[in-house]
């Protein structure tokens, strides 16, 4: 099983971003599908996520709004749309699939990618 993410890069504040993240080795539609971020000095944290079951998307109070999660099936690939980019934004991005109604549960996902840096700053 690998998940290869992908989209990272520097943006200035307003801006946006579309991070991707390509599955190989399982379905993305079988499981719970999501994308956790951790920020220099903090712990790692839930964005988004699309559950398995029943296809309800979930995501944190600070990116409600703004970042939109979809799962391209075909492609069996998992994006993050991101748009009006805040500078608190600035994390490194890892997409993470979990079996199960496991959304955003951090400890409860079974694969992880390497991260996608993601930088806003002027």
């Known amino acids: 099983v690998q998940l290869q993410a992908s989209g990272g890069g520097l943006v200035q504040p307003g801006g946006s971003l579309r991070l991707s993240c390509a599955a190989s080795?399982?379905?993305?539609?079988?499981?719970?599908i999501g994308w956790f971020r951790q920020a220099p000095g903090k712990e790692r944290e839930g964005v988004s996520c699309?559950?398995?079951?029943?296809?309800?998307?979930y995501y944190a109070d600070s990116v409600k709004g703004r970042f939109t999660i979809s799962r391209g099936n075909a492609e069996n690939t998992l994006y993050l749309q991101m748009n009006i980019l805040k500078p608190e934004d600035t994390a490194v991005y890892f997409c993470?699939?979990?079996?199960?109604?496991?959304?955003?549960?951090?400890?409860?996902?079974?694969?992880w990618g390497k991260g996608t840096l993601v930088t806003v700053s002027s």
């Open positions: 080795g399982l379905a993305l539609d079988d499981y719970a």
């Open positions: 993470a699939a979990g079996w199960g109604p496991v959304c955003m549960v951090h400890d409860a996902m079974d694969y």
């Open positions: 699309i559950n398995s079951t029943d296809d309800n998307t």
